[in-house]
């Protein structure tokens, strides 16, 4: 399939968001959220400094940590050129203002959820990491994805063909819906879960790391139990994809929907019986990010399939 600019440039945003989710991942795990502790800058400076040494007077030493302050600002330079892609997104956009314009109405809601998100950033490094807003952060983050994932399949869905039979698509759409809405309920728990472990990694005595999670008691008990409801549905999901479905893109999208989620399992339980490895944090929060990614895309091409077929049904 031959993209446009417009095609290019959606994709590569939305590529680069996920990434950026990805990175925020490292930020949160390595605990550098306020490596730089000041907003928009970093230590009253555009470009941080590279020791103490080189601090302003304003500000105390002790907060100064050279790996903290730079895994932060690059998460910060990163964040400006995604606003950037999606700036760019936006106004490319316009060339569907008449054929497509569902195109142009999704571009500008990432264009004014990213600026949003911005000024979220902000609010986040000036209450000192509140944990609420933190959750809101991360929610805004999986919004301004998914709609850009709307508005590159709606320029590019006239060069899909998906082949699916009535009745599977059907099937498919309602378990996809269930599927999607039980992962955000998920979502909302995990972060749940993250935030009664920050509560207990900034007590003035914190307890031993591996016992973080046994003492959170119910949200993470809530949080584990649900995982078996994403994990039915997300087979039953596989099951119409791989063995009911024509095309062989949705039975690729209905596999790997199902493998993150195995991997999400795994991932999991690896966080709560190794006492929350860095590297498993981040890899179950772009996990997440994938999940929901691909569960969105495969309910559009599920329903664009059905739209052709109505369309073709002779009258």
């Known amino acids: 399939m031959k993209l446009n600019t417009y095609q290019k440039v959606a994709l590569t945003t939305v590529g680069a968001t996920v990434f950026l989710i990805f990175v925020g991942g490292l930020v949160r795990a390595s605990g550098a959220g306020l490596g730089c502790p000041d907003w928009p800058k970093c230590f009253g400076m555009w470009v941080p400094p590279t020791s103490a040494s080189e601090l302003p007077p304003a500000f105390d030493t002790s907060q100064f940590n050279i790996y903290k302050t730079w895994t932060e600002y690059i998460n910060r330079l990163i964040g400006v050129i995604i606003g950037g892609l999606i700036t760019a997104t936006f106004a490319l956009s316009f060339r569907y203002r008449k054929k497509e ?43 301004i994805m998914i709609t850009l994932v709307y508005a590159a399949f709606k320029a590019s869905a006239q060069q899909l063909k998906v082949d699916i039979s009535p009745q599977t698509g059907r099937y498919l759409i309602w378990s996809s819906i269930l599927l999607m809405t039980f992962t955000f309920i998920q979502l909302v728990f995990g972060t749940q879960v993250r935030e009664a472990v920050d509560m207990l990694k900034n007590m003035p005595i914190p307890p031993p790391r591996e016992t973080w999670i046994s003492e959170i008691d119910w949200i993470d008990e809530l949080h584990r139990s649900f995982s078996w409801t994403v994990f039915l549905l997300g087979g039953l999901v596989f099951y119409l994809s791989r063995w009911r479905a024509q095309s062989a893109l949705v039975r690729k999208v209905g596999t790997g929907i199902f493998g993150i989620i195995l991997l999400q399992i795994f991932t999991g339980i690896g966080l709560y019986y190794l006492g929350l490895p860095p590297v498993y944090q981040v890899v179950h929060l772009v996990g997440i990010a994938f999940l929901i990614m691909f569960e969105y895309l495969l309910l559009l091409m599920v329903m664009h399939s059905r739209k052709d077929t109505v369309q073709s049904t002779p009258q």
């Open 101 to 143: 314009p569902s195109v142009l109405y999704s571009s500008a809601a990432a264009f004014v959820l990213v600026l949003v998100q911005g000024w979220l950033g902000g609010k986040v490094v000036i209450t000192g990491l509140s944990e609420w807003l933190i959750t809101l952060h991360m929610m805004l983050a999986m919004v």
